[in-house]
């Protein structure tokens, strides 16, 4: 018989390891609370309508569509089958889809609840999302994104408060980051002040590059689209800006003096940096004007946080965007938002063996007894415990003593309270530490207080 599996791309999850992803879960979602935001959920599916045309043709050939209910294939003719029009078929077999991420399935929310919802509108969600891309490290069909965003606002606060969350969700995790800061209209600019305003993407697409290929390949490849020698030596000192934020933004200033929009960027990373300077944040932010992250979605601030200590790409990004609302007719609502790639994340904290010891949820204390009575006596104890909050489990079976400790043992258990018949008489347990070995008759009536003061 051929052995179960799963598609290429998705993952199954051990009690072990879903206990340390909840652990991330539960840092950003009581984060996202203290900051007033609420949590929505939108459906895995969405009719493909709302997703198709929101994603580009790349992002339109990563969908998951799912096939129509009953006889689907009875609607289409046999010349239509012949013709193999992949796209014509689709549209014929293929009403739904599963979400490509939660920006807009948010955004076909707010159009759709525009009646109940008051704005400035602050959303949470932490939801699974699919795309039918090529599995490779670090990369699934299947992954979870926890996103917050703030929309029917044009105010910085907001993206000062992300940044503060960005902040806050790192600091609980240990996580060293720089969160590194750009402005569309920055870019906008400076494809001015090189001559090639119209060439804005082609541009910011290479520059976006500038960390991983060097500043002789961004070159290269802005060569390769045609940007001009003159364009590309005039951009050249601009990406090599050193100094402090202030010191950069400085230069900036000089170098976009003929640029309104480029000017008008400057001035929101200045408020932004204001609002930093009165209330700080721990972590690093750096100005970093080869960060793009998708041009062609953000229309303001552009955020992108790295680890310091650990490989990995950007674990957490986001940005101001206008008119999110627009494809759905609903024009002219600004938002901003952030998303914390918990994959990501999880990795960094496996890395640098940052997960707290009690973020495995396991199990604080088996109960191991050797009989019908036995059984009866630890229950009502068992349920007090549990009363107090304590994690605790009792072997259901009538074993010998070895395979109760074994199973403590398989699965990390490190308590066991044993009773017998002497422990029955005295009316106690034999608590046994099973990392020590250590072994104390311990009365029932002080197990709760013992517990929680020793060993949690």
């Known amino acids: ?75 289409v003719s046999v010349d239509e089958l012949l013709q193999k029009n992949s796209i014509k078929l689709t549209g014929k077999i293929s009403e739904k889809g599963l979400r490509y991420d939660l920006t807009v399935p948010f955004a076909r929310f707010v159009v759709q609840n525009r009646d109940k919802i008051t704005f400035p509108f602050k959303r949470f969600q932490i939801q699974p999302v699919w795309r039918a891309d090529r599995p490779q490290k670090g990369r699934y069909r299947e992954f979870y994104q926890c996103d917050a965003d703030m929309i029917g606002s044009d105010s910085l606060i907001n993206e000062f408060e992300l940044l503060q969350i960005i902040d806050d969700v790192f600091e609980r995790l240990k996580i060293n980051v720089a969160i ?6 920055i870019l906008s600019g400076i494809a001015e002040f090189i001559g090639e305003p119209q060439r804005i993407t082609d541009i910011t697409v290479a520059i976006d590059k500038f960390d991983k290929i060097g500043l002789e390949n961004v070159k290269k490849e802005l060569e390769e689209k045609n940007i001009s020698p003159e364009a590309i030596s005039r951009l050249q000192p601009v990406l090599q800006l050193k100094g402090t934020n202030v010191e950069k933004l400085s230069k900036l200033k000089n170098i976009l003096s003929c640029s309104e929009t480029g000017l008008k ?28 992250r998708g041009l ?7 955020i992108e946080v790295k680890a310091l200590d650990a490989e990995m790409g950007s674990i957490t990004g986001g940005g101001r965007y206008d008119n999110l609302t627009g494809v759905f007719g609903m ?23 940052l997960f707290p010891e009690n973020s495995t949820g396991k199990t604080q204390l088996l109960f191991a007894a050797f009989g019908k009575n036995e059984l009866n006596y ?4 068992l349920q007090k415990l549990r009363e107090a909050g304590i994690s605790a489990e009792i072997y259901p079976e009538q074993a010998k003593l070895k395979k109760q400790l074994s199973y403590a043992d398989a699965n990390k258990i490190n308590l066991v309270a044993i009773v017998g018949e002497n422990e029955m008489k005295n009316s106690s347990v034999s608590l046994k530490n099973m990392i020590t070995g250590e072994q104390n008759e311990v009365k029932t009536s002080d197990l709760t207080e013992i517990l929680i003061n020793n060993y949690n």
């Open 1 to 75: 018989m051929q052995k179960p599996s799963i598609p290429k791309g998705t993952r199954d999850f051990s009690p072990d390891e879903m206990s340390k992803r909840n652990y991330i879960f539960d840092i950003i979602r009581d984060v996202f609370h203290i900051y007033g935001f609420k949590q929505i959920e939108t459906p895995a599916m969405e009719n493909l309508n709302t997703l198709l045309g929101k994603y580009g043709d790349e992002g339109d050939k990563l969908l998951f569509k799912i096939l129509n209910s009953g006889d689907f294939i009875s609607v």
């Open 296 to 302: 062609n979605y953000y229309t303001g601030a552009i």
């Open 265 to 292: 960027g400057i001035d929101e990373i200045e408020t932004i940096f204001e609002y930093i300077k009165n209330v700080p944040v721990k972590s690093v932010i750096e100005l970093d004007l080869t960060l793009a």
């Open 180 to 185: 590194k800061l750009n402005n569309r209209k």
């Open 331 to 353: 024009e002219g609502i600004s938002g901003v938002g952030i998303s914390f790639g918990a994959d990501r994340i999880y990795d960094v904290l496996n890395q640098l063996d």
């Open 378 to 381: 630890c229950l009502p104890v």
